[in-house]
């Protein structure tokens, strides 16, 4: 399946064999303090700049409503950002993988952000529209 659209990833998750865990690492983009000029205009242009995850949650495909469900739960943590990264993980026998299962993923997700090793999620905006993005 072609997933074009937050819609479509919840779709194609609850499509799978096993109950599928979703990953959310939500980022805010930043600029560095040692950034030059170019560097500057190219952030005030929403070019460039580093992603600094601010927050993560997991949840299973059947915790998951809209895309604006989840910008207004994300909302009540008082945490902005610009970007969420998305990944998950496949249950066994017939059973979503625990949450607990879910803190070493996570983790590993906020590392690779930090890295820009992005290639492997999907990413959304806030807008909810799909981000290409380039690493």
């Known amino acids: 399946m072609n997933i074009s659209s937050y819609d479509d990833l919840i779709r194609a998750a609850r499509a799978q064999p096993q109950p599928q865990r979703l990953l959310f690492a939500f980022a805010k983009a930043e600029l560095p303090d040692e950034a030059g000029e170019a560097e500057r205009a190219g952030f005030a242009e929403q070019r460039g700049g580093a992603l600094a995850p601010v927050m993560c949650v997991d949840k299973t495909t059947e915790e998951l409503g809209s895309f604006a469900d989840l910008v207004a739960e994300s909302a009540y943590t008082g ?53 290409r993005m380039a690493q």
């Open 79 to 131: 945490k902005e950002w610009d970007i969420v990264f998305v990944t998950t993980m496949s249950g066994r026998n017939g059973k979503p993988p625990a949450s607990t299962e879910a803190e070493a993923p996570l983790n590993m997700m906020v590392t690779y952000i930090h890295t820009g090793q992005i290639g492997q999620f999907l990413a959304f905006g806030k807008d909810g529209e799909l981000k």
